[in-house]
């Protein structure tokens, strides 16, 4: 397993905001992580990138704890947050290149990487460019080429199509779909379920704390009695309510 969480109970108090979430992520695998606002999608990745500490439960990556090595467990993953975070006395260049020595990537690996990454995000002829200089969708975009040059088992993807527009979604869908066919994993947040219904493997729901549902579209159908219905469909049926977005 690229991911496995056990029992997971935990938040930012001593009041958890999580209760007893289990589930495991396999190689080559896209997983929608689902819920309403405030559900508690964001604390369970930020228990996932080791950020929070846990009341209970147990998390592995690659078989690793965080526990028994931090660096080792970190280094097999990827992380892209929901709002760029970028250094504004730094460019392009040098976002991508702290990214390579954090992670250990040789200069020959870099400059391999690198030129599809930008060529897809269109930013190739930006390296030399300082983040005042972009608008937030392409910072996001350098936020994606940061995460993808490093090749983790594991990405970690929070609301990723916020602030990208309609060629960069699909680029990324592309890019996505390719480290999937290459046996890498990715576990993404999003609200935007009708294009997540195209490209995820497997759907995990969560609902005030606690998972209530995981499964492909065909057993989430399934488990509900919603034969042929859409991802939306069967995540209002499940939730009891409208969807209200994040």
């Known amino acids: 397993m690229v991911l496995e969480i056990n029992q997971l109970t935990g938040g930012y108090s001593k009041e958890p905001v999580i209760h007893d979430i289990s589930f495991n992520i396999k190689s080559g695998e896209i997983i929608g992580l689902i ?10 990745i930020k228990h996932i990138l080791g950020l929070l500490r846990p009341h209970a439960g147990e998390i ?5 704890t965080i526990e028994a090595d931090v660096e080792a467990y970190r280094r097999h993953m990827g992380y892209i947050p929901e709002s760029p975070i970028l250094y504004e006395e730094l460019t392009l ?5 702290m990214t390579a020595m954090a992670y250990g990537l040789t200069p020959e690996e870099v400059e391999e990487r690198k030129g599809p990454l930008l060529r897809r995000f269109r930013l190739d002829d930006k390296e030399d460019t300082f983040p005042s200089h972009f608008s937030k969708g392409m910072k996001q975009k350098v936020m994606l080429i ?10 970690i993807i ?3 199509f ?15 779909i390719s480290e999937r066919d290459k046996n890498r994993s990715i576990l993404m947040s999003t609200h935007i379920l009708a294009t997540a219904e195209r490209y995820c493997d497997r759907y995990i729901i969560i609902d005030q704390g606690r998972k209530i549902a995981d499964g ?31």
């Open 216 to 246: 492909t579209l065909p057993e989430l159908r399934e488990l509900t009695g919603l034969a042929g219905g859409t991802l939306d469909d069967v995540y209002i049926k499940l939730t009891g309510g409208i969807r209200h977005e994040q």
């Open 146 to 155: 940061c995460a993808f040059i490093v090749e983790p088992e594991l990405y």
């Open 158 to 160: 929070d609301e990723p």
């Open 162 to 176: 916020l602030g990208l527009d309609p060629l960069g979604i699909e680029s990324l869908i592309e890019l996505m």
């Open 93 to 97: 260049r040098e976002h991508i290149n």
């Open 60 to 64: 592995k990556v690659m078989d690793k």
């Open 35 to 44: 819920g309403l606002n405030g559900a508690g999608k964001s604390t369970t």
